[in-house]
């Protein structure tokens, strides 16, 4: 049998390899590219970048957006291309990706502190902090930085029409603060070292008076007083609990007590 001559084999070997390229760029994922210098490209590049964070393609997304940054340094989809990286990294929520989606919005109010959406990226701040918060038995670094994001957004922005989420994600970040300190006066209490519990819980009163969960703190902290024989420093926050609240665990104890101790009263009065 003649062999091939070697121009034939070059030429098969050739038309193997482009069948095997159309054969992959079928069957691979295919990503729109638009040439460089092309008009509009820079909006090419920020919808695309939003569609593949809108569809969860985070490294599409990221490589979109970033093209869009570094070669587009006058588009006006510039700074909406920076938070665009910023909510790719917050959106897959990873302890890493959490600090880098920090460095994008921080950068983002340093860089366009006037912009539009800078009220945007200052609650999206907060919410990196909000993802990483712990639970209310350990440490509470993060929540009291998310709660000073927060606070900050209020403070900066009154008029943003994120502020009833920014208002939300704040009393969410300052419970989980309080159940904290809840914890620990809970603690006191149950070790029945009431001095303590009493401190504590009226510490948290006080820097915090509407703590979603103050029906706890009013009870524990009136059992505590009433183990000490401070009656009537106990009856007030029983009561308190009673006129605040219409649904709670410690209503049919707390009216017990009131009971108790006005009839108590009474009968040194009499």
């Given at each position: 049998?003649?062999?091939?001559?070697?121009?034939?084999?070059?030429?098969?070997?050739?038309?193997?390899?482009?069948?095997?390229?159309?054969?992959?760029?079928?069957?691979?994922?295919?990503?729109?590219?638009?040439?460089?210098?092309?008009?509009?490209?820079?909006?090419?590049?920020?919808?695309?970048?939003?569609?593949?964070?809108?569809?969860?393609?985070?490294?599409?997304?990221?490589?979109?957006?970033?093209?869009?940054?570094?070669?587009?340094?006058?588009?006006?989809?510039?700074?909406?291309?920076?938070?665009?990286?910023?909510?790719?990294?917050?959106?897959?929520?990873?302890?890493?990706?959490?600090?880098?989606?920090?460095?994008?919005?921080?950068?983002?109010?340093?860089?366009?502190?006037?912009?539009?959406?800078?009220?945007?990226?200052?609650?999206?701040?907060?919410?990196?902090?909000f993802k990483t918060m712990r639970t209310a038995e350990r440490d509470q670094t993060e929540t009291k930085q998310a709660i000073a994001e927060f606070?900050?957004?209020?403070?900066?922005?009154?008029?943003?029409?994120?502020?009833?989420?920014?208002?939300?994600?704040?009393?969410?970040?300052?419970?989980?603060?309080?159940?904290?300190?809840?914890?620990?006066?809970?603690?006191?209490?149950?070790t029945r070292w009431y001095p303590g519990a009493i401190a504590r819980f009226k510490d948290l009163l006080k820097i915090d008076p509407d703590f979603?969960?103050?029906?706890?703190?009013?009870?524990?902290?009136?059992?505590?007083?009433?183990?000490?024989?401070?009656?009537?420093?106990?009856?007030?926050?029983?009561?308190?609990?009673v006129a605040e609240f219409e649904t709670s665990e410690y209503l049919d104890e707390a009216r017990k007590r009131i009971g108790e101790l006005k009839?108590?009263?009474?009968?040194?009065?009499?």
């Open positions: 049998m003649k062999k091939p001559s070697p121009r034939a084999s070059a030429r098969s070997h050739i038309a193997f390899l482009l069948v095997a390229a159309l054969v992959a760029a079928a069957c691979g994922p295919r990503r729109p590219v638009l040439p460089p210098g092309t008009a509009g490209a820079d909006q090419f590049l920020y919808e695309h970048g939003t569609a593949a964070l809108k569809a969860k393609k985070w490294l599409d997304a990221t490589d979109y957006f970033t093209k869009l940054i570094d070669g587009y340094p006058q588009s006006q989809y510039r700074a909406d291309a920076k938070l665009g990286v910023g909510d790719v990294y917050l959106a897959q929520s990873t302890a890493e990706s959490l600090v880098m989606a920090q460095n994008e919005y921080r950068e983002f109010l340093t860089y366009y502190p006037t912009s539009g959406r800078a009220d945007y990226a200052q609650y999206q701040l907060g919410m990196t902090h606070e900050f957004f209020l403070q900066r922005y009154p008029n943003s029409s994120m502020l009833s989420q920014a208002r939300d994600r704040l009393r969410e970040t300052k419970d989980r603060l309080d159940q904290s300190d809840f914890g620990v006066g809970l603690h006191y209490y149950r979603t969960s103050r029906d706890a703190v009013y009870f524990y902290l009136a059992e505590s007083l009433l183990k000490t024989e401070n009656k009537a420093e106990a009856l007030p926050y029983y009561e308190r609990l009839l108590e009263a009474q009968n040194k009065q009499s």
